[in-house]
């Protein structure tokens, strides 16, 4: 049995990616949210293999209990959007970038498997990139959402080269 943890799956790419990986009986989905109706949502599509849980991205306390031994994290969490994302910058970073690192802390200390995380090709790259876009491009991201995609991505990298974190 494989234990997936999906952070942020109330989302349209969080319901797809459980429709998806529910169909493999052997996968267990721990479907995580801080929005009561698109939990709700999830319970009503019956599927035996998910489990729903309320959880609110800024309230790093519960992380342990919650993802302890999971093989695979999805972390889909964003807390702003591009369109909205320089409103408040210092706050968007406390809620993303900062919460994300202590996120990290929690999924070593309670041996997540492996953290696959979304990015943003769109706001990382900038605009001065040519298509088809590729991840060896330069990053130059067009606003604060984007910035807080890269810096969750070097964060990753962080974890992996001195912890081990996959």
Known sequence: MKKIAIMGAGGFIGTNLIRALSLDSENHIL?????E???AAITKMRISNVDTCLMDFNDTGTYEELLYKQDYLFHLVSTTVP??????????????????SRL?????E???????FL????????????????ENMSL???????MQKMTIESLLYIYKYQFGLE
Do not use: Q
């Not at 369109?83 to 994300?100: D, H, K, M």
């Not at 309670?110 to 696959?116: A, D, E, L």
């Open 83 to 100: 369109t909205t994302s320089n409103r408040n910058i210092p706050r968007e970073l406390e809620e993303n970038v900062i919460n994300t």
């Open 140 to 146: 130059r991201p067009i606003n604060s959402y984007g």
């Open 104 to 108: 990290l802390n929690v999924c070593m």
């Open 31 to 35: 479907a995580l949210d801080k929005n």
């Open 110 to 116: 309670s041996k997540v498997g492996r953290i696959i």
């Open 37 to 39: 109706e698109r939990l």
């Open 119 to 134: 990015s943003s090709g769109g706001t990382v790259y900038g605009v001065d990139n040519i298509c088809p876009l590729s």
